[in-house]
């Protein structure tokens, strides 16, 4: 009697496999697999949801009919397909993709829908308080329009994800999109939530200022490199997505409104990339302090690289990275078939392969010459 309960007592705990090193076997799986296990119980549940994720790098076709999504492993020289989302033409904008969160919408229609790449979910957004109805519109007057923005921010003191809707109100008797364009208007600002079901409306920015790029969410601000339609001298434009306010930061004298924004050393940093090609190095300025109990803190770093330039394209910046990481991709043709990870605070260069993607029965490499490329690391899994 007491032998047979031994046996079963050892045999228990001959099946049962630590918690610890079941987690680790999980860290080397990819994706698609990895989130099968999130039913096994809730423990395991929450310890994938807090599993650190690779490198997620997003670019559309030429024809921007498609948005692919590769994921890149942990110490992993080849990508592997994610997700393909086919974007008719007027959800051909997207967001800052943030812990698998992505958002794609028009800039004149009123539609916009957001996506989970990682669980692969669609989730759907109330519709604006800005549309304009029928019975708002009068016809034998000006009209009523609005050319949106959206950009993706989140908290993580909170945890909450936030979509903000930058629109400029036009009140016309023209309808030309071109128009929209090349006049400002009168800003106005919507904010939603997740989890809620409604949008809400905030203050605008502080200036009339057109948002012609995605901004970069880091520490729980959303930031861009804006021009002020009265000044040439660009200037960093704020939005703490907690407060839900902006605020206006000084540049340093050197940057210029093309320069990029990226993740250094756990802060925001401005990437020049003026000297790339001719002199191997680039210069991230970072912002140390925003200034707010006196004068903004900008600190350089100057970076010079161990190998020729010439060959590689303008670096692309990698989302939350903490150490700093650009993609570096060459310029010996417009067809990728491999990519460089490039860390900046060990200079070390990681060459990854791109596969094919099929569109049609058609095997396409990625066309630099027309796609647009995003990179970002996945801090913890999107909470559902």
């Not at 990895?34 to 490198?55: D, E, Q």
């Not at 329009?145 to 009140?171: A, C, M, Q």
């Not at 200034?291 to 010439?310: A, S």
Request: hydrophobic share 35%.
């Amino acid at each position: 009697m007491n032998s047979t309960k031994t046996t079963k007592m050892e045999n228990k705990r001959r099946d049962t496999v630590p918690h610890d090193v079941a987690m680790d076997v999980l860290k080397i799986l990819p994706e698609k697999a990895r989130m099968r296990f999130k039913c096994v119980s809730k423990t395991w549940y929450s310890s994938i949801k807090g599993t650190i994720l690779p490198l997620i790098v997003s670019f559309t076709n030429s024809s921007f009919s498609q948005q692919h999504f590769l994921t890149i492993e942990h110490q992993s020289d080849e990508a592997s397909h994610l997700l393909t989302v086919p974007s008719d033409f007027k959800l051909h904008r997207v967001t800052q993709l943030i812990n698998g969160f992505i958002c794609f919408y028009n800039i004149v229609d009123f539609e916009i829908l957001m996506r989970n790449v990682v669980t692969q979910e669609i989730i759907d957004l109330p519709k604006s308080t800005f549309v304009v109805s029928d019975d708002d519109e009068d016809f034998s007057g000006p009209m009523i329009s609005y050319f949106r923005e959206y950009f993706l921010g989140f908290d993580p003191s909170s945890r909450d994800y936030k979509v903000l809707n930058i629109s400029n109100k036009h009140t016309t008797n023209s309808s030309s999109y071109a128009w929209m364009i090349d006049n400002h208007g009168t800003p106005e600002c919507e904010i939603f939530t997740l989890g809620t079901t409604s949008w809400r409306k905030i203050d605008a920015p502080p200036s009339r200022i057109h948002f012609r790029r995605q901004g970069l969410c880091a520490n729980g601000f959303i930031h861009w490199i804006i021009t002020n339609p009265r000044k040439t001298k660009p200037v960093l434009a704020v939005f703490d997505v907690k407060e839900e306010k902006f605020d206006i930061v000084k540049l340093p004298d050197e940057v210029r409104k093309n320069h990029d924004l990226i993740q250094a050393e756990e802060k925001l940093g401005v990437l020049d990339c003026d000297d790339f090609r001719s002199k191997n190095k680039i210069r991230v300025w970072i912002l140390k302090d925003y200034g707010r109990g006196g004068g903004e803190v900008w600190i350089r770093r100057d970076y010079v690289f161990r190998f020729d330039t010439i060959m590689f394209r303008p670096p692309i910046p990698v989302s939350n990275s903490n150490n700093g990481e650009i993609l570096l991709t060459e310029y010996k043709s417009s067809l990728v078939s491999r990519v460089f990870i490039y860390d900046l605070k060990t200079q070390e260069r990681r060459a990854i392969k791109i596969p094919p993607v099929t569109e049609q029965d058609v095997v396409k490499f990625l066309d630099l010459k027309r796609a647009r490329v995003s990179a970002t690391y996945v801090a913890s899994l999107p909470a559902e």
